[in-house]
């Protein structure tokens, strides 16, 4: 079974559309994350959730958010994509204890791309 | 500011050992990850670390030294499976994951 699974994993689409990506990790994690990873392969973190707090980086555009609907799902939607939104999107989860930051366990990866 | 700083690219020969460097300066340090990225696929975890020392786990081990704000990640043995990007990663005084821009490893026969 997969550990992290996302949703789809290719995704073409036009500028100003507003799409989402899927993610479902049965870890039985409490926290999960979003990564965006750009051509230059650098690993930016958008968000980090669990069911006790939302932490944003503070330079993700607010046309992203993160929706979760339940403790193994996080979703990412996006509004008004961008020609500059085409990167590589991944989910992770790992399990936080007394604040320690457990492994991260990485999905498969969305490749976004906007035309 | 945070920062990490990896070498951009390696190239190594197979069956050679290799030492992937990693320095940080950070707002504290609750411990330094070392994940592998193979092209077009997810990162997977390699090793952590949280006390000065080396860690070994088979042909892979990773150092650090807090003091010096340094890691490394050495990699013995290698095989040509082992091209791929390698990437740092240090916990912060939030405990929230700094990651380093990854050095690329090349493995020529």
């Known amino acids: 079974d997969t550990a992290v699974s996302q949703t789809p994993k290719y995704l073409v689409t036009q500028m100003g559309n507003d799409k989402s990506i899927k993610c479902e990790q049965n870890?039985?994690?409490?926290?999960m994350y979003w990564y965006k990873q750009d051509s230059k392969k650098f690993l930016k973190i958008m968000f980090s959730?669990?069911?006790?707090?939302?932490?944003i980086n503070e330079t993700v555009p607010n046309r992203f958010s993160p929706k979760s609907p339940d403790k193994a799902h996080l979703n990412l939607h996006i509004n008004s994509l961008e020609l500059g939104d085409s990167a590589v999107y991944f989910c992770?989860?790992?399990?936080?204890?007394?604040?320690?930051?457990?492994?991260?366990?990485f999905g498969p990866g969305t490749r976004l791309l906007v035309l | 500011g945070q920062n990490i700083d990896q070498p951009t690219e390696m190239t190594a020969t197979e069956g050679a050992i290799v030492q992937i460097n990693c320095t940080y300066q950070?707002?504290?340090?609750?411990?330094l990850f070392w994940y592998q990225q193979h092209a077009g696929e997810a990162p997977t975890f390699l090793s952590y670390?949280?006390l000065d020392g080396l860690e070994e786990k088979g042909r892979f081990s990773s150092f650090l030294s807090r003091s010096k704000g340094y890691s490394y990640l050495l990699l013995k043995e290698l095989q040509m499976k082992d091209s791929a990007s390698y990437l740092c990663a240090v916990v912060d005084s939030n405990y929230q994951l700094i990651w380093g821009a990854g050095t690329k490893l090349i493995i020529k026969p």
């Open positions: 950070t707002s504290g340090f609750n411990g």
């Open positions: 992770a989860s790992s399990q936080r204890d007394d604040r320690v930051v457990g492994t991260q366990y």
């Open positions: 670390n949280v």
């Open positions: 870890l039985g994690h409490d926290t």
């Open positions: 959730y669990n069911n006790k707090e939302l932490i």
